[in-house]
């Protein structure tokens, strides 16, 4: 089943309704796409597994930067948390010069 490393968006179970009123269950699966963003405190391209409207979020709240250190620990994978970390690491260096 496809996650999004960033926000922990998956498939959601729902209800199909007739006509009739007959319920049929489905999945629907978030689009999640394997994709190359640019981290520019890092300065390096980072791999992620990432929903379609996480990355329009993304754009909205300033880049990937700070959308990763606005994001809470549930919704992000390991890789994730790793790629934040690094991150933190980065900027704490840099303020103390």
Request: proline share 2%.
């Amino acid at each position: 089943m496809s996650r999004c490393e960033l926000t922990g968006k998956g498939p959601v179970v729902k209800n199909l309704v007739s006509h009739s009123n007959i319920k049929t269950k489905s999945i629907a699966q978030p689009n999640v796409q394997r994709k190359r963003i640019f981290s520019k405190t890092l300065n390096l391209m980072v791999r992620l597994y990432i929903a379609t409207s996480t990355i329009r979020d993304m754009e909205h709240s300033g880049g990937f930067d700070a959308f990763i250190m606005n994001q809470g620990d549930d919704g992000l994978s390991k890789r994730a948390l790793d790629v934040r970390n690094r991150i933190r690491r980065k900027m704490n260096t840099k303020k103390k010069k």
